[in-house]
């Protein structure tokens, strides 16, 4: 149980492109995803935290119009890099609390490498 | 002071030695403790989760939480080279983002 997926697993585009990735959770119920990002042989650095229904709340630092955010389902988040640049390209992770589960547990999805030409 | 501190390692252990990983923390309103193992490219993997002080044993790995020491710790008897990963911990207060240490690197060499 409490498996997450995300799509695509990899994605190179060109600089000025949007790309949207979409994190799900496959048997359980989400009301809260996060997302993370990931460079090499660094920690995770918390993004957003995503709530159904609502609006993201934003780390400070990340610009919430370069990173879209929608949490429309209890089983979908996805994000948007719009107009993507190449400093933008990193690993990117979503997670989702099982709120019918142990208490503030998260389960990561396998992440997203975003290449940008 | 960081909320959450984890050295980063490398740790090279020989296979089947056993492994000690650590974490120390700041914040006394942390309840809930994780560790997580996460392989290169991948997404990180839940692995033993606490509530509160105490041991928990789960096969070969065994995680200890000390609260009036603000410390916890992950071991993993009998190591194997498919244990070679980085290895998080993670911890909240409850309805909060998982705060987590920067990760520890494995290496488990045949």
């Known amino acids: 149980g409490a498996v997450v997926s995300q799509h695509p697993s990899r994605v190179i585009c060109k600089s000025g492109t949007s790309v949207k990735i979409e994190c799900r959770s496959l048997?359980?119920?989400?009301?809260?995803m996060f997302w993370y990002r990931q460079f090499p042989k660094k920690s995770l650095m918390l993004m957003a935290t995503?709530?159904?229904?609502?609006?993201?709340?934003?780390e400070q630092g990340v610009e919430k119009d370069k990173f879209l955010i929608n949490h429309a389902s209890l089983t979908l988040s996805t994000l948007t890099v719009t107009s993507a640049h190449p400093e933008d390209s990193s690993f990117y992770i979503c997670?989702?609390?099982?709120?019918?589960?142990?208490?503030?547990?998260?389960?990561f999805g396998p992440g997203t490498r975003l290449t940008v030409l | 002071q960081k909320e959450v501190e984890q050295d980063p390692g490398p740790l090279s252990v020989p296979e089947g030695a056993i492994v000690s990983l650590n974490c120390t923390y700041s914040?006394?309103?942390?309840?809930?403790f994780m560790w997580y193992r996460q392989y290169s490219r991948k997404g990180p993997e839940l692995l033993m989760y606490?509530?509160?002080?105490g041991n928990k044993e789960d096969g070969r790995f065994t995680a200890q939480v000390d609260k009036s020491s603000k410390y916890i710790s992950l071991f993993i008897r009998d190591s194997q080279p498919s244990d070679s990963a980085t290895y998080l911990c993670?911890?909240?207060?409850?309805?909060?983002?998982?705060?987590f240490g920067k990760g520890t690197r494995l290496s488990v060499i045949a």
């Open positions: 997670s989702a609390r099982d709120h019918g589960g142990r208490k503030d547990t998260q389960y």
């Open positions: 048997d359980f119920q989400a009301t809260t």
């Open positions: 995503s709530n159904e229904g609502s609006k993201a709340t934003y």
């Open positions: 914040n006394s309103a942390f309840q809930y």
């Open positions: 606490t509530y509160s002080s």
């Open positions: 993670a911890m909240s207060s409850g309805n909060t983002p998982l705060v």
